[in-house]
C-alpha cells in the first residue's frame, strides 16, 4: 500500500480511510487480524504513532476492536460494516453530483450520460 | 510531565531566548539550515554543552552534564572507530553502555545485511550510516538523539534508515530526535517539529496539530515562516 499522502490533512485520517477501503472492498474481511501497528508504519511509511491513532479512531467508530495482547481486528458486526460502505458509498455520489452541477448539468442530463458511460463500458469489456 | 524543556536558554552567540516544551513525542524532527544552531541544541540537550543564560530540563530534571542512562547521542560526524570491524564495533558499545542491547544490535546488523567481520574502513557510507544508526537504536535510553543521521546518503540509503527508526525506536518509552534539512522526506515520520532559524525558534508543534489546525504541510509552515 504505497500512498501519496496529501500533507496539508492530518494522515491519520487519511490512514484511516484507506483502511476502511480496504474493508469495504473485502481485502479485509470481518475478524481479520490488522497488521501490527510497526509492520503498518514499515508498509506505509509513515509514524508508528499516526497508525496508532488511526487505529484508536477506527475503534472509536467501532469498526476495529483491540484484543488485549492479541492485535486489532476488523469487526464481526457485518451490519455496521454495510452502514458504513453505503455511508461512504453516499458521500462520493454527493461529492459528484455536486461537481455535475457546477459544471452546469441537470439531473436529467447526468442519469444519461452515467447511463451512457456504463454501457461503453460494458462494450469493450466484453 | 515534558521531556525537554527550555526557559529562556542563551548560548554565546548561537541561540538566542529559546524557550519551549517537547512532551513525550515518539519522533522529533529538528529542522533548520545549516548554522541555524540544530548541533549545538542537540548538544545542550544531550549536557554536552551548558547554556550561558537559563534552564534545560530533561524528564523534569536540570541537566548539567552528560548522562548515559538518559541520553543516547549519535554526533554529526562519523564515530565509528576504522579499525575495528562491525561486530567489534557492537561489542564496543555495549561495553560502554548499560543499557545496550546486543540481541537487538545483532538482530538489526543482520536485518540490514551487515556483515560483522568487515572492518569499518571497508563498509560504503551508507552502511557506516546504518551501523551507526544500528548502534545508537540498540541503546534504552529515555532519548536518542542522532545529529543529521541522512545528510550525504543516497535516497534509498535514507529511506531505509527512516524505517529503521520508526520501526525500532521503542516509542512507549523511547523517544528520539533527529535532525535534517530533508523536511519533505522525513515529514510523515515526525510526531513533533521543531523548526530554528538563526538561533532562534520560529515553530514547536505536534506535527498533526499543525496539518489540522493549519491545513498545511510541515513544509508550507517551514515556507509561511520564512517569509
Known amino acids: ?126 | 510531565m515534558s521531556l525537554i524543556t527550555f526557559e529562556q536558554v542563551h548560548y554565546k552567540k548561537v541561540l538566542h531566548d529559546l524557550s519551549f516544551s517537547v512532551p513525550h513525542a515518539g519522533i522529533i524532527g529538528l529542522i533548520g539550515a545549516n548554522g541555524s544552531g540544530k548541533s549545538t541544541l542537540l548538544h545542550l540537550i544531550a549536557g554536552l554543552a551548558r547554556p550561558s543564560q537559563g534552564r534545560i530540563c530533561l524528564n523534569g530534571q536540570m541537566i548539567s552534564r552528560h548522562r548515559r542512562e538518559l541520553v543516547a547521542f549519535s554526533p554529526e560526524h562519523e564515530w565509528l572507530y576504522p579499525f575495528n570491524t562491525v561486530q567489534q564495533s557492537i561489542r564496543l558499545a555495549a561495553g560502554l553502555n548499560t543499557d545496550f542491547q546486543n540481541d537487538k544490535a545483532e538482530a538489526l546488523m543482520h536485518r540490514f545485511q551487515l556483515d560483522g567481520s568487515k572492518r569499518v574502513e571497508q563498509l560504503s557510507k551508507g552502511n557506516r550510516a546504518k551501523l551507526q544508526a544500528i548502534l545508537t537504536l540498540s541503546r534504552s535510553a529515555p532519548l536518542l538523539i542522532m545529529d543529521e543521521p541522512l545528510s550525504g546518503l543516497d535516497p534509498i540509503t535514507r529511506e531505509h534508515l527512516l524505517e529503521m527508526m520508526a520501526e525500532h525506536t521503542e516509542l512507549e518509552k523511547q523517544s528520539i530526535i533527529v535532525s535534517t534539512h530533508e523536511v519533505a522526506e522525513i515529514e510523515l515520520y515526525l510526531d513533533h517539529l521543531i523548526f530554528l532559524q538563526e538561533g532562534r525558534l520560529l515553530v514547536s508543534e505536534n506535527v498533526e496539530n499543525l496539518r489540522e489546525s493549519r491545513n498545511m504541510s510541515v513544509l508550507d509552515v517551514m515556507r509561511e515562516a520564512l517569509l
Open chain 1, 1 to 126: 500500500m504505497s500512498h501519496t499522502f496529501q500533507h496539508s490533512q492530518p494522515i491519520y485520517t487519511q490512514i484511516m480511510d484507506i483502511f476502511i477501503q480496504r474493508i469495504c472492498r473485502g481485502e479485509l474481511r470481518p475478524g481479520d487480524k490488522l497488521p501490527s501497528v510497526r509492520d503498518s508504519a514499515v508498509e506505509v511509511g509513515v509514524n508508528p504513532n499516526t497508525i496508532q491513532r488511526s487505529y484508536m479512531e477506527m475503534e472509536r467508530r467501532g469498526v476495529v476492536e483491540t484484543k488485549r495482547g492479541q492485535g486489532t481486528f476488523v469487526t464481526t458486526d457485518i451490519e455496521l460494516l454495510e452502514h458504513l460502505r453505503q455511508e461512504l458509498a453516499r458521500n462520493q455520489i454527493l461529492l459528484f453530483l455536486q461537481s455535475m452541477k457546477q459544471l452546469g448539468y441537470s439531473s436529467h442530463d447526468i442519469m444519461n450520460m452515467i447511463n451512457c458511460s456504463m454501457h461503453t463500458k460494458e462494450d469493450t469489456k466484453s
